[in-house]
């Protein structure tokens, strides 16, 4: 595998960026494919970096072309779970079309091992918790049912043309590289502990989209997973392909639930400073609850997050939101 490389779609973005950093630490030849509208070149400071886009056939080819790709991770994908219930054609051209165009060119260049990045939000509104593999996927987003849709077309390019992939179902990624040197950089940001973190940094209010929920304290309940645990999944993936040669799908997830509440108190602890709330009406397309069952991906490919607590993950993210305050201030 090291002789070849790994072709990392979407790597100059959170989670991309992360995994492309565990794997030239684990000693792989990586190259990051991305268009950079959402990634940052500044996340890409190791491998190698080509400038492409997934609706180009042209740079999908080029980049087949010139590297040895052994196995592609594919990371890219629009994924604001508010943004795809206003304009969800924008989310099935680029999530969709896009992973259809990758999938021709790893055709083309007979590549045949793929990890794909989906999600929890395929699941919809649970029936039952945690939530297992098995769950009936019901998604109530356009960003949801554009991951669920290349789940299947993953399934049919395996019995039709012997694609082998591996499905990771990540909860909510949280987290930085514990040494500072890349982090959560959305613009814009929407996801809760960056934005906690950002309100108790800079004294400003975070809004919280609903308190009328059905759970213990009215506010939306998630898994938080770190994403360098995220990547260590992902070349795990990686191995599992090459070792057994069959296709899976596994959840990621701590397998512990918490309360937007609850992440709020805990970052006040970690940080050490009051976080300052307004309450707005729910977001469209927001389940109240999503927990993991991880069981599979600890049985199957010996995963094991190595940051199983929420204090523990918010305290990279606090370092990483430090480090980006003080970028930001003026000279």
Not at 36 to 59: M, N, P, R
Not at 108 to 122: G, K, L, N, Y
């Amino acid at each position: 595998m090291t002789e070849k490389y790994v072709l990392v779609v979407g790597g100059a973005g959170y989670i991309g960026s992360h995994t492309n950093l565990y794997l030239h630490e684990a000693g792989y030849r990586t190259v990051v494919f991305d268009n950079l509208v959402y990634g940052h070149k500044s996340a890409v400071f190791c491998g190698e970096l080509v400038t492409g886009d997934l609706a180009s056939a042209d740079d999908l080819e080029a980049v087949f072309t010139q590297y040895d790709i052994a196995c592609v991770m594919h990371f890219a994908a629009y994924a604001y779970v508010g943004e795809s219930v206003q304009d969800p054609q924008k989310y099935y051209e680029n999530n969709l079309a896009g992973t259809l165009n990758l999938l021709a060119a790893m055709r083309r260049h007979e590549v045949s091992d793929i990890v794909f990045s989906s999600t929890c939000a395929s699941y919809g509104v649970p029936v039952a918790l945690p939530i297992t593999e098995s769950h009936p996927q019901q998604p109530i987003n356009p960003y949801g049912a554009s991951k669920m849709m290349v789940e299947r077309i993953l399934q049919d390019y395996g019995r039709a043309y012997g694609l082998r992939s591996v499905v990771l179902r990540y909860f909510n990624a949280a987290g930085a590289d514990p040494q500072c040197r890349i982090g959560e950089d959305h613009a814009p940001e929407t996801h809760l502990i960056p934005l906690v973190l950002q309100a108790a940094a800079r004294g400003t209010p975070v809004r919280v989209f609903g308190s009328d929920y059905d759970t213990p304290d009215g506010t939306c309940i998630r898994d938080y997973i770190h994403v360098s645990d995220l990547a260590a999944a992902h070349k795990l993936a990686m191995d599992y392909l090459v070792n057994t040669g069959q296709s899976a799908i596994f959840n990621l997830g701590n397998e512990q639930g918490f309360s937007v509440k609850e992440v709020i108190k805990l970052a006040e602890t970690v940080t050490g400073r009051p976080v300052h709330v307004n309450y707005c009406d729910r977001r469209p397309g927001d389940p109240a609850e999503l927990v993991a069952s991880a069981d599979l991906a600890r049985t199957a490919l010996g995963w094991r997050p190595a940051y199983n607590t929420l204090s523990a993950i918010l305290e990279t993210a606090w370092a990483w939101t430090k480090r980006m305050e003080e970028a930001s201030k003026p000279l």
